[in-house]
């Protein structure tokens, strides 16, 4: 079974401040791995998303992240934090012949002014 | 344009009475999933359809079933709701193939008094 683990359900940083979000995953097959943001109240966006290509993957508002096999680690950062970023993210895992999407528990981000 | 509607965003229903959540796609995905999200929680896979084919999660409790009609409709009936199925249910699409997007609806946000 394939799962993702996200460090830490809340993290707050100032505006202007590089935002990490920290995600580890289990897999026994090369894994797809995801970043979906969720504004309160509406559904998953797709912020990025890793499948086997590039390593450092570019998504969209900023944001990056670098899938590292040694650490199996999918962390994803931003330099530098914005009031809109305000919002839930969460790593995800495929598994399956076609997406299913396992998430992880989510991380809050606070942007604090 | 909005891509997967669901309907309503909003839905009252009393214990035990029968409640149908609708959604749509404008994209001609082939696959259409069913999530249930609980309050600070990750999306949990309920079910899905690849074309007309159902996959059933299987702690997916018998009180939750999906009909998908054609390629743009799928519901999903809670056939006596419990206090505990108050959550958000997500909808979401696929074209088809494991590294392409998912794409989500805004959710229908379900209250049970």
């Known amino acids: 079974a394939q799962s993702v683990t996200q460090l830490g359900s809340h993290v707050s940083v100032s505006e202007g401040a590089l935002v990490l979000l920290r995600c580890n995953y289990s897999s026994s097959v090369p894994p797809y791995l995801f970043w979906y943001v969720q504004y309160p109240n509406q559904g998953l966006q797709l912020l990025l998303k890793?499948?086997?290509?590039?390593?450092l993957v570019k998504g969209i508002n900023g944001f990056e992240a670098e899938f590292k096999k040694s650490e199996t680690s999918f962390h994803l950062t931003k330099p530098s934090a914005h009031m809109s970023d305000a919002a839930e993210y969460f790593c995800?895992?495929?598994?399956?012949?076609?997406?299913?999407?396992?998430f992880g528990t989510g991380t809050k981000l606070q942007v604090i002014p | 344009d909005a891509m997967v509607i669901q309907n309503p965003r909003y839905q009252v229903t009393q214990f035990g009475k029968p409640v149908t959540l609708s959604c749509s796609q404008t994209?001609?995905?082939?696959?259409m999933y069913w999530y249930q999200q609980k309050s600070s929680q990750a999306p949990k896979l309920l079910f899905h359809?690849?074309?007309?084919?159902?996959?059933n999660e299987a702690d997916t409790p018998d009180n939750f079933q999906s009909r998908r009609p054609n390629t743009s409709f799928c519901f999903l009936d809670i056939r006596s709701p419990g206090l505990g199925d108050a959550a958000m249910y997500l909808c979401?699409?696929?074209?088809?193939?494991?590294?392409?997007?998912?794409?989500f609806g805004p959710g229908t946000r379900l209250t049970v008094l």
């Open positions: 359809y690849y074309d007309k084919d159902f996959n």
């Open positions: 994209l001609n995905h082939n696959v």
């Open positions: 979401a699409t696929l074209l088809g193939g494991r590294t392409d997007t998912q794409y």
């Open positions: 995800a895992v495929a598994s399956g012949g076609y997406q299913k999407v396992t």
């Open positions: 890793y499948t086997s290509a590039a390593t």
